[in-house]
Nanobody, 128 residues
């Protein structure tokens, strides 16, 4: 069972930056796909970015590419989401997710159905 603990949310003005952290435990860290998702009120949860914790391959949603960066610190079993150039439409609850990665997977998915472990979420609010 993978446990995920997120931190780093908060309130920021448009154009500002935040960094989210997600610490994983309970499984072999390098064997995971990990992703960041977000859900705004009244909207479906959507994938933001994913990372292959073994090979480091990343994937981004079009809406955040060039502004957000997903990275990891293998020594800390932690994945980060650096968010720059934040916009009011980035306001949402952000969730970290993980799934045991099949050996043939190189780039991890951004679909919510592809993950079976979820963190509790951290709120990000961007004001204009």
């Amino acid at each position: 069972q993978v446990q995920l603990v997120e931190s780093g949310g908060g309130s920021v003005q448009a154009g500002g930056s935040l960094r989210l952290s997600c610490a994983a435990s309970g499984y072999t860290y390098s064997s995971l796909c990990m992703g960041w998702f977000r859900q705004a009120p009244g909207k479906e949860r959507e994938g933001v970015a994913s990372i292959n914790t073994g090979g480091g391959s990343t994937r981004y949603a079009d809406s955040v590419r060039g502004r957000f960066t997903i990275s990891q610190d293998n020594s800390k079993n932690t994945v980060y989401l650096q968010m720059n150039g934040l916009k009011p439409e980035d306001t949402a609850m952000y969730y970290c997710a993980a799934v045991q990665r099949s050996w043939w997977v190189s780039v991890c998915p951004l679909q919510t159905g592809g993950y079976n472990h979820w963190g509790q979420g951290t709120q990000v609010t961007v004001s204009s």
